[in-house]
């Protein structure tokens, strides 16, 4: 139970840091998308992927298409 309510706590000192950092500087939420992660570290993602289908039995072997980007969705 104490485990659960440090969750709780950590979860809402999150929310008032975000809404003090909203307030305190007079600007408006941005949403970072769903492919933040992605963009952030793709390498990581890729990584993930490849764990979770050799997880399911799967070999992976992966190339670089000749019109891929190393960074998508850099819009």
């Avoid at 799967?58 to 019109?67: D, G, K």
Wanted: charged share 15%; with cysteine.
């Amino acid at each position: 139970m104490a485990m659960a309510l440090a969750a709780v706590v950590a979860i809402e000192h999150t929310i008032l840091t975000a809404a003090w950092h909203l307030l305190a500087e007079g600007v408006c939420y941005q949403d970072p998308g769903v492919d933040y992660y992605l963009r952030k570290n793709p390498d990581r993602q890729k990584n993930n992927a490849i764990n979770r289908l050799h997880a399911l039995g799967y070999n992976v072997t992966l190339t670089l298409t000749a019109n891929a980007s190393r960074t998508p969705f850099s819009d």
